[in-house]
């Protein structure tokens, strides 16, 4: 909660007129195109949850946009043009199946010249925004930064980095950096002297650099709010104040949770106050904890999760990111991923995001796609995914959904259309041009690329990353799960088959792909929705629900309890709706791809067999 220096600067900031928005406001847009009367509303934090202006819960779920702006070669934007914006989007929502977007910031090129934020910069960034909105994708900014700066960084560094200034670099006269033996990029926040020494300085405000940061970033929000319409800002879900954050180096006697206390926290309620003070009120920071609060290394970790902050919603979100450093190790962990790997570690994010009464986010997660240990990516993946759906593995969640928990909101790492096609001059060292994956430190971790014929195209399995989830649920969510059948090369991957003991369940389901959504519904008049993958065409989707059955559902209206109609933003992509007019009452739906015209017959043995099943296992 902001405490009374937070509200002072507040108040500090409105009195004297600092950095305030000048002009009117423009117009509001024209509504999206295939949107709805419930479309488009401004998302807040209730009761623990995104909520819309219907009151339904709002699962956010897409991709990192993107580590193109750590690289120099598009002027720390994510993209080239806007042009590039628009294919990128249109292909997250149409083949990636994403309604949100983590958009990168570069700190270097907003205030490249200290005390002079480029307006130019900023108003190609916020184009490029609202290529995504105009898509119909939600966006958080995130000003990123790894390893500080790349003005840390020599020219014949095996290394570089992204996020600060040059003119903030000079400030600290820093020792020439020196990773030491590092296998991996990450080591250099805990080895590398240049590093952590300028990570001290910004938490610590040396040369007043946190000081000139926070004031970029009110200007980049003032900026913002000023030059999009009310529809398009009413897409911006809130922002994503600093990447990662670490201290660099712990004075003396502190520890990893009192630095979270007593440094990052006071950093985020200054930052909170800039939010408010440049129009954005009513939007949450996105905020981090310590970034090794949760690492799967016993000897990397450090106590943390924000655990002295207290009450955090409606204000602030809980958001956090988690890579499996013992699968990308390549040393400590051997096999692969299986059934509930992450269980665990995405039910410590959703425990600690309920106890400050906040939502989670995992705003960054994945794996390497190329390299040694990529062949471990389709199931680490699968896994991350089932873990942020349910906090079950699939051989436990049949027989006990109503301990599935919430469904986790995330954005994958990544989604760069330039993946194996930069031309980015390493740290400016022309004798270092990086063409390959995603041209920073060896990472290769895109969703896309761009074929031969520049079209947008997937790296990974379309069933892992095109899912079903419950875009928005009317009233409250039970339990959910999804059984993609997603690939390992030519093996299909099954970890929650449709249980023996629902013959008729499991037989229209088959070898095809399933999710099943079970809520309260809360009596409002917007309907519950699913996403709806390219490989559930409405031709051959069947739904299974107490609120009725269908093989190749209508077109929705509003007195049908089941339909069909396109996601808003003209992609092409689209939804199932379920409208449930009640209240309190406890409803499912089975979802799935695996039928071939099923009789009336199995349709209704099998609404039946659920209707048993959801009635003794949750109520």
């Known amino acids: 909660m902001p405490n009374k220096r937070a509200r002072l600067l507040v108040v500090l900031v409105l009195l004297c ?85 983590r958009f990168l910031l570069s700190w270097a090129y907003a205030e490249p010249v200290r005390g002079q ?111 999009l319409s009310a529809e398009d800002f009413a897409g911006i879900v809130g922002f994503d104040p600093y990447n990662e954050p670490h201290a660099g180096v712990y004075d003396p006697g502190q520890t990893s949770r009192t630095w979270e206390r007593d440094v990052l926290w006071p950093f985020y309620e200054k930052f909170r106050a ?53 699968a990308i190790s390549g040393v400590f962990m051997w096999g692969k991923a299986v059934d509930g790997q992450y269980a665990g570690d995405f039910g410590t994010v959703r425990d600690r995001a309920a106890a400050t009464a906040t939502p989670a986010i995992v705003s960054e997660f994945g794996h390497p796609l190329s390299g040694s240990v990529s062949d471990k990516a389709p199931t680490v993946l699968k896994a991350m995914y089932q873990a942020m759906d349910s906090r079950l593995p699939g051989a436990r969640w049949w027989s006990n959904p109503k301990a599935s928990g919430p469904v986790l909101s995330g954005t994958q790492w990544q989604w760069d259309i330039y993946n194996g096609r930069h031309h980015e001059l390493m740290n400016g060292n022309p004798d270092k041009v990086l063409t390959e994956g995603d041209a920073w430190n060896d990472e290769d971790l895109s969703a896309v690329h761009l074929d031969d014929a520049g079209t947008a195209a997937l790296r990974q399995d379309a069933r892992l990353l095109d899912r079903v989830y419950p875009s928005a649920t009317a009233g409250t969510t039970v339990a959910f799960t999804y059984e993609d059948r997603s690939r390992d090369g030519s093996t299909t991957l099954t970890w929650n088959p449709v249980p023996g003991s629902l013959p008729n369940a499991a037989r229209l389901v088959g070898s095809g792909q399933y999710a099943l959504l079970l809520w309260r519904s809360d009596g409002g008049e917007a309907p519950t929705e699913l996403h709806l993958p390219t490989s559930f065409p409405t031709s051959a989707t069947t739904v299974v629900s107490d609120l009725g059955t269908a093989y190749a559902p209508p ?52 609404r039946a067999e659920l209707t048993a099943w959801a009635a003794q296992a949750v109520n």
């Open 17 to 101: 007129g600092f950095l305030t928005v000048a002009g009117t406001h423009p117009a509001t847009a024209a509504p999206l195109s295939d949107s709805l009367w419930f479309d488009g509303s401004p998302l807040t934090v209730q009761n623990g949850r995104f909520t819309d202006a219907s009151g339904r819960e709002v699962v956010l779920r897409g991709y990192n946009v993107s580590g193109e702006t750590k690289l120099a070669e598009n002027g720390g934007l994510p993209f080239a043009s806007v042009a590039d914006a628009r294919k990128s989007a249109t292909a997250l929502r149409a083949l990636g199946g994403g309604n949100t977007v």
């Open 117 to 227: 934020v480029d307006t130019a910069y900023l108003a190609a960034a916020t184009d490029q925004m609202r290529a995504f909105l105009d898509a119909g994708v939600r966006v958080y900014p995130d000003f990123h930064q790894d390893l500080y700066s790349r003005h840390l960084f020599d020219p014949d560094s095996w290394y570089t980095g992204d996020g600060a200034p040059k003119w903030a670099v000079d400030a600290g006269n820093y020792p020439d950096e020196f990773c030491g033996i590092c296998l991996f990029w990450g080591q250099n926040i805990t080895q590398n002297e240049a590093v952590k020494r300028a990570s001290y300085d910004f938490w610590h405000n040396a040369h007043g650099v946190q000081d000139a940061f926070l004031t970029t970033a009110q200007k980049t929000m003032a900026y913002v709010r000023q030059h």
């Open 274 to 326: 800039r939010m408010d003070a440049a129009g954005w009120q009513t939007k949450p920071a996105f905020v981090e904890p310590n970034l090794f609060w949760n690492a799967n290394l016993d000897f990397q970790k450090e106590e943390g999760g924000l655990l002295d902050a207290g009450t955090l919603g409606p204000r602030y979100v809980f958001n956090t990111h988690f890579y499996d450093q013992k």
């Open 555 to 606: 077109s929705y209206t509003g007195t049908t309890p089941i339909g069909v109609t396109a996601e808003p933003g003209g992609t092409g992509s689209r939804r199932l709706l379920l409208t449930a007019p009640d209240s309190g009452v406890l409803h499912y739906a089975l979802v799935t791809n695996g039928a071939t015209a099923p009789s009336a017959g199995l349709l209704g043995a099998a």
